[in-house]
Every structure is written in structure tokens, then in C-alpha cells.
């Protein structure tokens, strides 16, 4: 009959630590925006290096100005026939209806512009780039271009943020005017209340060369943080197919949630101190 060795022994069942298991556990919201705000960095630290690929920054602007433009620019003018309809009625009553392009004109470059580009740009260009991403993390292109020495950085992320940079003046063009031809249709096409050049005097009086230049700075804010939102999660996804619906879910739902933050706080630094209108001293 066989022995059994000495030193032979039953194996150990594999313990884990207590309060820990089996299962990776999923980073909590502060390790997620520590890792957010690691990545943001490098991001804008790799966009001198992605200089040298201009021209694909100028192909990614040309699609974001195709996808965005007009979609902002009638969302401008619905949003400013809503405005000029309740302003002309109400100053009106008032017997003041020759200044209702004063409102429209406070909202443009305060609130309406820059909370219309970001609720476009947020749904449209910002689930775009993270799909995008996504998709080529699961199929393992963002590990090629590793290996062939490209930085997927400057080629990915950097290009996205230059390309999206570019497209501020433009937006903050386009948001106005969305706003000025909404108010322009429904007080002088269609209620008949005031004269183009009325319209176009009043509304000019509020809206100085200043308040374009802070609308373009809260418009550029924007932009930057929801694109550096939007490759945050795309290139950190992981899984199959079904993972990239989750991810562009997750970018989108963060995204809303920063823009509303990000645009009140620019316009409260901007005018928070002073309401800059032409009204007494």
C-alpha cells in the first residue's frame, strides 16, 4: 500500500481580505474626479504635440461646424421667439413696446448663447467624440497607435480640443444671430411691433463688444470641459459593443450636470459684480 508523503497537505481555499471581494470594485465619484482631473491635464499638456497633426484639427472643425451650426442656430431663434413674444406683450401693456429688443438682447450673450451651445454641443458633437472613442478602445486602435509610437493624446484628445477651440468664435456668431433673426421675425414680421432699425438700435444698446467677448469666454469654458469630459470616458471604456452605449450615456449625463454648473457661474463672475446696462450711473 502506498504511503502518503509527510509533507503532503490538502490545498488552502484562497482567502480575501476582510470587508473586500471577488468582485472589481467600481471607482466612487471622489477617485473618478481625481482621475478626471489627472487626465484633463495631461490632455492640455499634449496639445503643442498635436499641432503637428493641423490638419486633422481642421477636418474634425469642419464636421463639429457642420453637425453644430444650424442646429444652434435654430435653437437660438426659437428660444428668442419665446423671449420677444412675451417681451413685446408685456412692454406693451407697459406702453413701451419700442425697447423690446432690450430683452433679448440682456439674455443673448449672458445665458441663451452660451446655455444653447452647451446643451448642443453637450448632445450632439460631446456623444459623437465619446461613441468614437469608445469604439476604438474596444477594438484596441488607441494600443496601435501605442505600439507604433503615435501619442493618442496629441492625436485623439488634443486635435478634438483645438478643433473645438476654433469653433468658439463661430458659435458665439452663430448664437447671436439665431437670437437677433428670432427676435427680428416675430416683432417685426410677424406682430408688426417695431421697424428693423428700431429693433437693431435697441437691441445693440445692451449687447456691447464686451459682453461678446465674456459670452465667447463662457462658450470657450464650456466647450473645453465638456470635450475633456466627452474623451475622459471614451477612452476609458472597456468591455464589448454594449459598452460604448453605456459610456456615451455616462458622458452625456455628466456633461448636463457641468453645464449647468459652469455656465451660472461664468455669467455670476462676469456680471455679478455690475450689470453693465446702459441705465443710469
Known sequence: ???????SAPPREATTPPGESGVRRRPGLVDEIGELAIFSVRALRALPSSLRYFSEVMRLNAVITRRTSVLLFVMCGFFSIS???FA????????????????PGLMTTRLLAPQ????????????????ELGSAKIQSEIDAYEVEGVDPMA?????????????????TAVSVAGVLGGAWFVIVVVLQGNSSQQLIDTYFSIVAARDLIYGAITIAVTALSLVLVACFYGLRTGGGPEAVGN??????VVNLILLHILVPVC????????????IGD
Do not use: E, Q
Request: glycine letters at 8%; aromatic letters at 12%; a positive charge.
Open 1 to 7: 500500500m502506498a504511503s502518503v508523503p509527510v509533507d
Open 83 to 85: 423671449l420677444s413674444s
Open 155 to 171: 492625436l485623439l484628445v488634443g486635435t478634438r480640443i483645438l478643433a473645438v477651440l476654433l469653433y468658439v468664435p463661430v458659435a
Open 116 to 131: 444653447m451651445f452647451a446643451w448642443v454641443f453637450a448632445g450632439s458633437v460631446c456623444c459623437a467624440i465619446a461613441a
Open 247 to 252: 459610456t456615451v450615456a455616462r458622458s452625456l
Open 88 to 103: 413685446f406683450f408685456l412692454l406693451r401693456s407697459l406702453g413701451a413696446s419700442d425697447f423690446v429688443g432690450v430683452l
Open 267 to 278: 455669467v455670476l463672475a462676469f456680471y455679478g459684480g455690475a450689470l453693465n446696462l446702459p
